[in-house]
């Protein structure tokens, strides 16, 4: 599996991006796809993620009514619609995939994902 992230850059508060991420190698239809992102001087953590066949979403709070995680047709390429950026949106994001465990419903969780990008940097001045 390989993921690689562009769109990112810097935006003032208030703006737009969006970041993408191609994904190749991923042939499980029961995969997760999601975007982590990493503060500086922070951890690690989930923005938004989408079972890939059935199009469940989930968004972390910071996230909700802001951000918008989306899939193209062909469920190969991942996006990440950013409104109303503000500062604290500043990170370097991350795409990831995974297989979502069978058995189990609801939303893609962290330890379902298995696959990282090298990242993208989104800088909100």
């Known amino acids: 599996v390989q993921l690689v992230e562009s769109g990112g850059g810097s935006v003032q508060a208030g703006g737009s991006l969006r970041i993408s991420c191609t994904a190749s190698g991923v042939t499980d239809r029961r995969h997760c796809m999601g975007w982590f992102r990493q503060p500086p001087g922070k951890e690690r953590e989930g923005v938004a993620t989408i079972r890939s066949a059935y199009g469940i979403t989930y968004y972390a709070d910071s996230a909700k009514g802001r951000f918008t995680i989306s899939q193209n047709s062909a469920k190969t390429t991942l996006y990440l619609q950013m409104d109303s950026l503000k500062p604290e949106d500043t990170a370097m994001y991350y795409c990831?995939?995974?297989?979502?465990?069978?058995?189990?419903?609801?939303?893609?969780?962290?330890?379902?994902?298995?696959?990282w990008g090298q990242g993208t940097q989104v800088t909100v001045s």
């Open positions: 990831a995939a995974g297989r979502f465990p069978s058995g189990r419903g609801g939303v893609c969780a962290t330890s379902d994902f298995s696959y």
